[in-house]
């Protein structure tokens, strides 16, 4: 085989796909994420002994994340971009060995694979296949291994959000830095959970740290309508899930006529207070990720991506997209250069825009959102009160990613299958499946409670834990609170480790538990936190329920 990838829930027939990625991948690209991955783990041996050794990583640890960053799904398919991220990587490495040599410190014992960095770094995507998951024969230890990166890899996007608007924290950093060397190191199976739970501790600080970043910035979110419609005005749209790139787009676009259109888990931008006093930001165009061909063909103005949720571009539209940040495609224009007010310069994005036609309306009406922990806890008492009296009898958790698979319909057969005295908790795409159901409120309690993108599901821990309190329970198992979550890439896997961290059992996974799972390891997240996977709508509603 060409390639061999496992690490979304499109994976090819739920084991791995060999020639091509599900995503659009190619086998070069799928190579070259490889290689990265493993010379950021290399660099990762080199910065732990560093660290313990009291030798400053600011700038290895920063390089890392965004490093890790760039192999997360969907986020660049650009081989010529991958294979400067490795070079860049293994400057770094080297550099720091010198670094340590020069203070006395021994790293001799830390050389990695030496030969597979000769050459030419055009050679790098021939070599992936070297140090792919495969290459690591026992499943249980690949398994574990593959389950820990991935943890890390959505770590790594959460802590590059937060460090854009200035929230950082070393302990994110070491923790990173740790596990990545540590899928170096010949591990005992105790060790190797050991650290998958720790990076499900980490996860729940990462985005706490990112909630402070995104609230400290721009406010605590609070209930929004979001309009669907358009406006007779040229728009950009913007896509990902970067608030400072939004930020920077919306000054620079302030008073030049043009709107400003949100995408995909872009929606949840509407809910921050500062954002409300541009009048150009209009509302939410589209949908989930997924169907962007189409949200993005009908929109005929210019697209700026600025993290992951890319799907290779048609060349219908290809020429109005541009990326941003980590993100990249072949062929399409990236913007990084900062203006004279240090903001990105988006002066492209808004010159073609002045020249595009207004959007093409898709829909009409408005999504009400913005249930955010701050706004939840401040209906505290009223939504006690639903529980207390029985009109509300269940919460049921429905985060997570969308994606294209029919069998994701199970989600939105689940939210129209809930009896009405039932409350959906939902954060990440994974909303588009059921947000636009008119499924009514419950003594003026939305049915459905959008708390924000896939990290705001911190916001529906903090909800969850702050109920246990209310009610005075030990457990937060014995909350009326069941977990149905999607999943499709690695920072919903981050988001799962994070709540069993907290010690939520009984979740239900789906559309297919990850295909990276051994047996064996699913074995054990069966019998420790009664991890399950989604099945009949039917019964699957009524063990919810019941």
Known sequence: MSMFCFQCQEALKNVGCTKKG??????????????????????????????????????????????????????????????????????????????????????????????????????????????????????????????????????????????????????????????????????????????????????????????????????????????????????????GHDLKDLEDLLEQTNGTGVDVYTHGEMLPAHYYPKFKKYDNFVGNYGGAWYDQ???????????????????????????????????????????????????????????????????????????????????VLALADKVVDAVKSGAVKKFVVMAGCDGRQSEREYFTDVAKALPDNTIILTAGCAKFRYNKLPLGDIGGIPRILDAGQCNDSYSLAVVALKLKEVFGLDDINDLPIEFDIAWYEQKAVTVLLALLFLGVKGIRLGPTLPAFLSPNVVKVLVENFDIKPTGAVAEDVAAMVG
């Open 293 to 375: 061909k189409k949200d993005f063909d009908a929109f005929n103005g210019p697209i700026l991506m600025t993290t992951n949720c890319l799907v290779p571009p048609s060349d219908s539209y290809k020429d109005r997209v541009f990326t941003t940040g980590v993100a990249g495609f072949p062929g399409l224009t990236h913007l990084s250069r900062k203006n004279d007010s240090g903001q990105k310069d988006f002066s492209a994005v808004i010159e073609k825009a002045k020249s595009s036609a207004p959007p093409k309306e898709l829909e009409t009406g408005t999504l009400t959102g913005g249930f955010a922990h701050a706004q």
């Open 22 to 239: 599900v995503c659009g991948k190619t086998e070069d690209t799928a190579n070259l994420q490889d290689m990265l991955v493993h010379a950021v783990k290399g660099l990762s041996l080199v910065a732990e002994r560093a660290k313990q050794n009291g030798v400053i990583t600011k700038h290895v640890d920063a390089l890392v994340q965004d490093a890790l960053f760039v192999t997360v799904t969907n986020v660049n398919f650009d081989s010529a971009a991958i294979s400067s991220w490795v070079a860049k990587v293994l400057v770094a490495r080297d550099r720091l060995k010198d670094e340590l040599q020069k203070a006395g410190v021994e790293v001799s014992d830390l050389t990695q694979d030496e030969a597979l960095w000769s050459g030419d770094s055009a050679e790098y995507e021939t070599r992936g296949a070297a140090v792919g998951v495969l290459s690591q024969e026992n499943e249980d230890v690949r398994s574990l291994r593959e389950l820990l990166i991935y943890g890390v890899k959505g770590l790594a996007a959460y802590a590059s959000h937060a460090a854009a608007l200035g929230k950082t924290s070393s302990a994110v950093y070491d923790f990173i830095i740790e596990a990545m060397a540590s899928t170096t190191k010949v591990l005992s199976m105790d060790e190797m959970i050991g650290l998958v739970l720790k990076a499900g501790e980490t996860a729940v600080t990462v985005m706490a740290l990112l909630d402070e970043a995104n609230t400290g910035a721009y406010g605590n979110p609070e209930i929004t309508e979001v309009s669907l419609g358009v406006r007779s005005n040229p728009g950009i749209l913007i896509s």
